[in-house]
């Protein structure tokens, strides 16, 4: 055989080579034919379950292509009668189990069910639900599942799992009664999940999707009593055109602009003014953090929800380590409430303020409570980019042909640093523009950010710094960046500074952008923001004289008590599952029981809270205490760093043991 | 006694070494002892095994001999398997349901003393129609004989106070 039929198998007849493509499915596309697919996704496991890639192999029969390995000579028909008629049966399944509802799903036009009938041809589905339908779940201001619209292809499911480490949702039930859900059938909003949206980015059909904010957008903006003004996000710019025919990466800033303009926005600012103040705070925390010995390095940095959100959760014994700045949404809402009523001759109360972001967890940051003054949030809505793109649809703007407009001052100038915030890398960078010529006097060279050898996900580059050399890491998914709290914990991380996104790519992939999976996509668009960055005049955040000015004006000193107060954060420990507790009671609770309630969230377990509880329990029983102490195991006081938490009454312990809590019992006991 | 409990399903953790892989004989287990698998219990049972909640209730919910609701104090299998359903199953089942004034979505009355459900086959087919309460075991079965044991019960419950 010569080389050439070694590496090569037949695709309909006609000749394909084999590279290094892991299944068959990836080599029929690359000879330009495209097999449905929903269960199959490149950066996931296989599953195989949708059988939509079915095709034949000479000598095999039907077999699901993503599942075989390419072998040379291999013949492969793609489009035979058998398997059109197959395809045809599985979508008309599907079909006969589908809500008909495609006019009003967010998912409509964009869904791959809808896409495949299409092209199938598919004309009349015999509508035959047979389950009962399944309660909507809204408990969250990020994401609307709509269990009725799944396929069960598990991509949600995967990708929470494999790409975040998450795992808040899986398959439940058996049968007919399959499902995808969240513990014990709880709302997203009562699980650990961290609203990176991701799962509705993969799924193909609107059973997750963002929780739209248009409806309320567009309210505030009919109302002529208020002041609506936008703040834009930086991977916006490089993205929201693809809805408009655009090339991915083309930055369509001004026509964004134009169109907020035209639908009714008093102001448009822009967010990379806000992640230039960020820029500044970050550095600034970052080079106290070094002076003052590096207990509290690495430093995490804080600008992706979604990752501060899984900290939360997952890590909570490193909180201490993430950086307490506002992300550049909330340092923007924070100062928009404070300066913007007087600048644009209204109250606090009336203004209204948007964010137009890439991201779905954005719609919840917004809502923590960290981020309300007077009971009120300082950002009131956010958009996704899609979203903004629905209105302008709506709103019959012609997009293409709106006259350029340019952002308001003063919180729409910005740095180069403010833009590149939007990729993976680009926060690094733009810190690294800042702190260096903080340092040193001079500014800085370039950063040159690669790949870590044998370190999938994790990238790292190394700047000195005066007599310094600062190892920073760059990480998107937050399975690469939960690798790396690991190691913080094993002691073994080697890095000072590390940037965590949650999406891939970074805010560029993120789950409120048009989706997309490709690489090459994503590329385009982080090309895109340094184009943006290289044609500003402003490179360095600490050249924006409207930084300078709000400084001055309204924030006071860098890393300063106001600045605190404005521009930092706190975070808390998060429950995996909400409120729930699980009590020992040997009786019936009377009312009249001291209450000892021991946590057990994961850092307390990890600290010994089990072995404290079991000893607990076998000193009550067998000094028969049971009548006058109700043991309760709960599963978090948020307290995690100064674990094992033991509550006895309305006292709380930490770092608690046996002896600590058996003597405060006893002492009760005596003096009643 | 609920701290027991506790300490035997720390018992079955370590035995079966916090493994992972271990998940469903541990269920198995954990089940043995309470009855039925509290939501609470599941979920300290995934942070023991360091698997998330929602992989546990997912393998919880997937076989059937799990439960994660609380039986009541009387179990009443009624056979479903052909030769039981061919003999007229379904009618002492309906006949159950009503007398205990179950709606559709329970098993379960509310005081928590009687749980209906239907199992695919006892083995006991030259029995059928075939019921078990708890242990013990009744043959050919009638909706009258069904509920007539219901009665049974009741009275017992109510002579020992
Ligand atoms: S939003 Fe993210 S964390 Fe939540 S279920 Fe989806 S993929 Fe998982
Ligand atoms: S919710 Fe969507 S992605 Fe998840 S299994 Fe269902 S169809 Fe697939
Ligand atoms: S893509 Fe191959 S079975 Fe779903």
Redesign the interface.
């Known amino acids: 055989m010569n080389k050439e039929i070694e590496n090569t198998l037949f695709v309909n007849g006609q000749t394909v080579e084999i590279a290094d493509e892991p299944n068959l499915l990836e080599v029929i596309r690359k000879a330009n034919i495209d097999l449905p697919t929903f269960c199959y996704h490149s950066e996931l496991s296989l599953y195989g379950a949708c059988r939509l890639c079915i095709v034949e192999l000479e000598g095999k029969g039907v077999v699901a292509s993503c599942s075989v390995q390419p072998e040379p000579g291999m013949e492969v028909r793609t489009h035979t009668a058998a398997l059109r008629e197959m395809r045809r049966t599985t979508l008309e399944l599907l079909l006969a189990n589908h809500p008909q509802a495609c006019t009003t799903c967010a998912k409509n036009t964009q869904c791959k069910l809808q896409d495949l009938a299409q092209r199938f041809g598919i004309e009349d589905v015999v509508f035959n639900r047979p389950v009962k339908e399944r309660p909507i779940d809204d408990s969250n201001p990020a994401l609307v599942r709509d269990p009725n619209k799944c396929v069960l292809c598990g991509d949600c499911v995967r990708f929470c799992a494999e790409v975040q480490n998450v795992g808040a949702i899986d398959f439940a039930n058996r049968g007919a009664q399959v499902t995808v859900t969240p513990a014990y059938n709880k709302g997203l909003g009562d699980v650990a999940c961290v609203f990176c949206g991701q799962c509705a980015a993969v799924c193909p059909t609107g059973a997750i999707t963002p929780n739209s904010a248009e409806q309320d957008v567009m309210a505030a903006i009919d109302d002529p009593e208020t002041t609506v003004v936008a703040q834009l996000a930086p991977a916006l710019r490089v993205a929201l055109g693809e809805e408009f025919g655009y090339d991915p990466g083309t930055s369509v800033t001004w026509q964004m602009v134009a169109a907020l303009k035209r639908l009714g926005f008093d102001k448009v600012y822009d967010t990379s003014f806000a992640a230039d103040l960020t820029v500044i705070e970050e550095a600034g925390e970052f080079i106290e953090r070094m002076d003052e010995g590096g207990e509290r390095l690495p430093q995490f940095t804080s600008c992706c929800p979604a990752w501060i959100k899984t900290a939360e959760h997952f890590s909570p014994d490193l909180l201490p380590h993430l950086s307490s700045c506002r992300s550049p949404q909330q340092m923007f809402g924070s100062l928009a409430r404070r300066t913007l009523p007087e600048q644009l001759n209204t109250t606090p109360e009336k203004l209204v303020v948007v964010s137009i972001m890439p991201c779905t967890a954005k719609k919840y940051e917004a809502t923590r409570e960290e981020f309300h003054q007077n009971g009120k949030p300082d950002v009131d809505h956010v958009l996704t980019t899609r979203e903004l793109a629905g209105i302008i649809r709506g709103a019959g703007l012609r997009f293409q042909d709106l006259e350029p407009e340019s952002f308001d001052l003063p919180l729409g100038f910005k740095s180069g640093a403010g833009v590149i915030f939007g990729n993976s890398g680009g926060v690094s960078e733009a810190v690294v523009r800042y702190a260096h010529e903080k340092v040193t006097g001079e500014r800085s060279p370039e950063v040159d950010v690669h790949a870590v050898r044998g370190e999938e996900g994790v990238r790292e580059a190394q700047i000195s710094m005066g007599d310094r050399t600062v190892r920073m890491a760059v990480v998107h998914g937050l399975a690469n960046a939960q690798r790396l709290t690991e190691q913080v914990r094993q002691g073994t991380c080697p890095y000072d500074f590390i940037e965590v996104m949650a999406c891939p790519g970074g805010c560029i992939g993120g789950a409120g952008q048009p989706v997309s999976f490709d690489e090459n996509i994503r590329q385009k668009r982080k090309a895109g923001l340094y184009a943006v960055d290289k044609g500003l005049q402003v490179h360095h955040p600490q050249d924006n004289p409207y930084v300078a000015a709000s400084y001055r004006d309204a924030i006071g000193e860098i890393g300063g008590e106001e600045a605190h107060d404005m521009l930092h954060t706190t975070y808390k420990t998060r429950q995996r599952i909400a409120g729930q507790e699980l009590s020992l009671a040997n009786s019936e609770a009377t009312g009249q029981q001291l209450e000892v309630d021991v946590c057990l969230g994961t850092s307390c377990f990890l600290k010994g809270s089990q072995d404290l509880l079991q000893a607990l329990a076998k000193y009550i029983n067998t000094n028969e205490l049971g009548e006058h102490v109700e043991v309760k195991a709960s599963f978090c006081h948020q307290k995690c760093g100064r674990g094992p938490v033991v509550k006895i009454g309305d006292k709380t312990f930490e770092h608690a043991d046996f002896d600590t809590v058996r003597g405060t019992i006893d002492e009760v006991m005596q003096n009643s | ?7 035997d399903v ?1 018992d079955i953790l370590d035995r079966q070494g916090r493994n992972p892989a271990r998940l469903i004989p541990v269920l198995q287990e954990v089940q043995k002892i309470y009855g039925y698998l509290p ?6 049972i ?3 095994l360091d ?8 393998v919880a ?4 001999h799990f439960t ?1 609701e609380p039986k009541g104090r009387y179990v009443f299998r009624l056979c479903d398997g052909t030769a039981c359903h061919v003999k007229g199953s379904s009618d002492i089942l309906n006949a159950l349901r009503d007398k205990l004034g179950l709606s559709e979505e329970q098993d379960t009355t509310s005081d928590k003393m009687f749980t209906v459900e239907t199992v695919s086959c006892l083995g006991a087919c030259g029995l059928a129609p075939v019921m078990t309460v708890n242990e013990s075991v009744y043959g050919q079965v009638t909706p009258e004989k069904a509920t007539e044991v219901i009665d049974e019960i009741v009275k017992n419950e109510e002579d020992n106070g």
Request: aromatic content about 16%.
């Open positions: 006694m609920a701290v027991k409990k506790f300490e720390c939501e609470e219990v599941l979920t300290f995934a942070t023991s698997l998330p909640p929602a992989r546990v209730y997912g919910t997937f076989y059937a994660l």
